[in-house]
């Protein structure tokens, strides 16, 4: 499982460095959102930087779902969809290497807004312990869930449309906790925040076993 995951997780990884874009789309776009907020908020009454582990998060989300599309929209280009199907491969690796594809493309930009909150909101690192493990967890349940819903969605005529109204309400426990948890961090009480971290490890750990089991089924249905 993990070779062919390993194998995907090349393949999506390649694609997305020589068509790039992750650097020319979903960056730009996600910086853009940072500097809308800072705009519709006022920044004189220090509302951007008690609001800025929801603001972060939110913007996490939203580019995700441009990743995640992005990722889904692969395997329908040339009959991608059906090479995997026909082909050798773990449908349990292919979800793996594609959940492992979009954490990695997601970690990225994370890192890009994390400077990003620093200079336009005034953040300032604290509890980076808290912060790093908030960060993989979301990260992980965020691609594992979005890749198992795109999967869902995949051959449907309204699938871009339809995947951010299923994935959203799914996700909303992983922008509350993550919030929480920044907030604990930056606030200065980590201790505070490593509960809602042990949340999203758990709904992350759910969803990639969900998806590794009924990804198969998925494949085949699509």
Known sequence: MWRDAALVAGRDLRIE?????????????????????AFALDPARNILERATPG????TVLFSALLALARSAALDEAAGTRDALRLSALD???VFVGKALAVAAELA??????????IVLYGAEPAGVG???ATCVAATVAVASTGTLYGALVSGLRVRETLLPLLLLPVLA?????????FEAALGG???DGWPWCGLLAV????????????????????
Request: proline share 5%; no cysteine; glycine share 10%.
């Open 189 to 191: 009480a980590p201790a």
């Open 130 to 132: 808290l912060l790093l």
């Open 55 to 58: 603001l972060y998060w939110i």
């Open 17 to 37: 460095a020589r068509s790039r874009v992750t650097v020319h789309q979903v960056g730009p776009f996600a910086l853009l959102v940072l500097v809308l907020f």
């Open 108 to 117: 990225v930009l994370e890192v890009l807004l994390a400077f990003g909150v």
């Open 91 to 93: 449908p349990a690796g």
């Open 203 to 222: 709904f992350a750990v759910l969803y990639s076993v969900a998806g590794a089991f009924a990804y198969g089924t998925l494949l085949e249905g699509s």
């Open 173 to 181: 426990p992983v922008l509350i906790g993550a919030t929480r948890a």
